[in-house]
């Protein structure tokens, strides 16, 4: 992949309880790309995404956020390029997701009305009586949807995505490829953390890890 | 980033709360049937052959409030919690600022929420609805606002600590001292009609501790929420 990747890991090592979980890892993230991250269980995937989202610093090595070492990167830099959809949806229960919609794309520096909520929402296949009612008493697979409406109404430029299809039926899986895919095809670079082969074909890389270390890479 | 977008912000996240709170109200009626108890069970401990006496109105106020204030405490974080959005918050445009005035505002609805209801509640069962209010109310808001400010600090650095409703208070409560000694004392002074001089030291102590924590408290919020 050649031009300047939009979000770069050299040497990364992590520790938890004294055993390094990530060891002398380099990640590039370029723009019109999809990473999948695949290994077993342990091996380090979601640390990873956690150091590359920012909010986890590494014991060794550096991130870049468009050349800018990620821990001096502004706030609002932060805040409207990377986008994550983690273990959790991260949408308040208590709000419909047109209001979690709303409430992000503001953190994120963005005027987002009803209507392009709304909008946003149907693209990702929620209508507007669901959307419109508290995302407590969402199924998981609807709330998964919002997560990913979140992640369109923010407008970030870098997706990090840990298990992505996470309680999707097939047609929600369909959705999420074609998602991502769009959204490589926009411009932004993806990493994405799945166990789920079908996803793993989206991908244009696939990183292997085993024990913390890159194992193999496989272009698609 | 701007005064004006850390505000814009802030709002945004105050709006979202007090309509979390206005859905869920669990906070809201758990805070104030707590307040309630507090100031009963006082009330009958207090009794002394059939009367009550004022001068423990200071100590029942504010005790009723700091222990109420504390409940809510410990629930201001539940919404990102709950949804795993503590972090995607802290990633404000304006970085963790606008989530830590949010809350501190939030804190003192609660908190002034309880006060409306256990105020008048402990003037008349105590036997106090003639005391002069005017020094105490003051009190109470900067003793309220003192609270809010630290409160909020101590929760946000808890929310991922273990055994986080026993460390909670006992982290908060030495911090709160000062604050909570000046209070104490200013209502009781007002009570027994002593000088304005000696309340007006007590008040300044307060005002001092407020701007004290209104500085200190979002930068070390900020401090400790940036990796």
Same mark, same amino acid.
């Given at each position: ?99 979690? @919609?709303?409430?992000? +794309?503001?953190? &994120? %520096? $963005?005027? !987002? ?7 946003? =929402?149907?693209? /990702? ?53 074609? @998602?991502?895919?769009? +959204?490589?095809? &926009? %411009? $932004?670079? !993806? ?7 079908? =996803?793993?074909? /989206? ?18 | ?227």
């Amino acid at each position: 992949m050649s031009g300047e990747p939009l979000l770069r890991a050299t040497g990364i090592a992590a520790a938890m309880d004294r055993r390094y979980v990530l060891l002398d890892l380099d990640v590039s993230l370029h723009p019109g790309e999809i990473v999948a991250i695949a290994g077993p269980n342990g091996a380090g995937k979601t640390t990873l995404l956690r150091v590359l989202e920012g909010v986890r610093r590494p014991e060794r090595g550096e991130v870049r956020l468009g050349g800018v070492p990620m821990h001096e990167a502004s706030a609002a830099s932060l805040a409207r390029r990377v986008g994550v959809i983690g273990h959790h949806t991260g949408l308040y229960l208590d709000l419909s997701a047109v209001e979690n @919609l709303r409430l992000f +794309a503001t953190l &994120a %520096g $963005r005027d !987002l009305d009803a209507a392009a909520a709304l909008a946003i =929402l149907a693209d /990702v296949g929620l209508a507007r009586a669901d959307a419109c009612r508290p995302v407590r008493h969402y199924s998981r697979g609807m709330a998964q949807r919002a997560a990913l409406a979140r992640l369109l109404a923010t407008g970030a430029d870098i997706w990090l995505l840990d298990e992505p299809s996470t309680g999707l039926d097939r047609e929600g899986c369909a959705l999420l490829h074609r @998602l991502l895919r769009d +959204a490589a095809d &926009a %411009g $932004r670079a !993806l990493c994405v953390v799945s166990h789920d082969p079908a =996803l793993l074909e /989206v991908a244009d890389r696939v990183l292997h890890l085993v024990a913390g270390r890159l194992q193999a890479e496989e272009a698609a | 980033m701007s005064v004006g977008t850390t505000l814009r912000l802030t709002g945004a996240l105050l709006r979202k709360d007090v309509r979390v709170a206005a859905r869920s109200r669990e906070t809201a009626l758990l805070v104030l049937l707590f307040a309630v108890l507090c100031v009963l069970i006082f009330a009958f401990g207090f009794l002394r052959e059939g009367a009550v006496a004022a001068e423990v109105v200071p100590g029942v106020l504010w005790v009723t409030l700091q222990f109420a204030s504390t409940v809510a405490l410990l629930r201001l974080f539940a919404a990102e919690e709950e949804a795993g959005a503590l972090e995607l918050a802290l990633r404000s445009v304006a970085g963790p600022a606008p989530l830590f005035f949010s809350k501190a505002l939030m804190q003192l609805l609660f908190s002034g929420m309880v006060t409306a209801l256990v105020l008048p509640m402990v003037l008349v069962f105590f036997d106090a609805t003639r005391i002069p209010l005017g020094a105490t109310l003051a009190a109470l808001a900067l003793g309220l606002v003192g609270q809010a400010l630290v409160g909020t600090l101590v929760s946000g650095l808890m929310v991922r600590v273990q055994m986080r409703d026993v460390l909670l208070p006992l982290v908060l409560y030495p911090i709160l001292t000062p604050s909570l000694i000046a209070g104490v004392k200013v209502t009781a002074i007002s009570i027994a009609g002593g000088s304005t001089e000696v309340i007006g030291t007590w008040l300044s102590l307060m005002v001092v501790f407020d701007a004290v924590f209104v500085l200190a408290s979002p930068w070390l919020y900020a401090r400790a929420s940036t990796p």
